[in-house]
């Protein structure tokens, strides 16, 4: 296998792990051997082999805490995060001979055990995550980032107090991390708390006006509670800040359409789908907003589009069917009208629809 790259900070400390004493002679000399040759391995960033040798070493000496050291290094090289927390844990029970070593290694523990919850979390196993990140705590006390990781890992099991209580923390370590104050307002807004959701997200964006999550937080509070101006007012600040925010022009061609500007709409939602094609909303509200000036061939380009990337779009198929409608093509019409009457929310006017297209079709006859 090829040498693995490491970043500096880690390669630094491997180099660290190169110079730990060889002579102890107290030692079986199978585990000095072996625990010699891994630290060769490791100068050539030989990880894996590195690994074989070290993991003998302490097969030889359980109590060989400079090998556990060694080994726990070259499994976070190695992104084996489980492993390196075994051997930092034997590590701190046996003692190592580097006094850097022995100083930093709580810290250095804290730190695998938050990326062992990272991993976790990655993999959905949010309760195996929260316990890393508990651990992580009780090596370095009042880390931030850490409440932050516990309080996304209750939100995704959606525990949501455990998750707000994470995030108040958070905040209350660091007034300006703009992510705790963001997810803090998601939990109000889902919770339809809007004025203090509101107030978390105006606050990310003091603390971060680069953070476009926080501005569209706000826009979607506003939408929420019928502020369509203030939300096409803060969507605007935000696509000026940031030009390439796809969910920015997506939000704002909403607010707009929903104001009954649908000429005003078109351009915006062309962005979002220019940049980020694979939205299937994008699709449909440009649809929605083209059947709004009248394009009614367009419009279907655009909701067919949406239905290819979302199956059962429902609110597209309506807009389908009125398009078809409009430009005399009733078979399609049906088609679609038919299609989206089986969600609850649109049955109603689908069977509307299609009562007056049987009806128009009759007095033809």
Known sequence: MPPRHLPPRLSACLILVAGLALAQPERPSEAITRYGAGLQM????????????????VKADS???????ALGKVNIALEEYDKAIASYEAARRHGVTSEKARRTLDAQLAEIYYKSALKARGLRRYRDAIAAFEKSLELKPGSPKTYYGIGLSYNSLRETAQARKAFQKAIALDGGFAQAFDALGDIHRQQREYEQAAEMYSRAVAADAGFMEAHAGLARVQMDTDDLEGAVATLGAALEADPEFAYGYLLMGTALTHLGRHSDAVAPLRRAVDLDASVAEAH?????????TG???????ACQQATRKK????????????????LGQTDDARTWFTKAR???????????????????QSQVQ
């Open 311 to 326: 199956r059962n779009y429902h609110a597209a198929q309506v807009v389908l069917g009125d398009a078809y409608t409009k």
């Open 284 to 292: 449909f509200r440009l649809g929605e907003a083209l059947y709004g």
């Open 295 to 301: 394009q009614y061939r367009p419009a279907i380009e």
């Open 63 to 69: 109590t060989y805490g400079d090998a556990h050291y």
């Open 342 to 360: 089986t969600d609850s929310r649109f049955r109603d006017y689908c069977d509307h629809q299609l009562e007056e297209l049987d009806r128009q």
């Open 42 to 57: 490791l100068r050539a960033r030989d990880m894996r082999n590195a690994a074989i040798e070290f993991e003998e070493a």
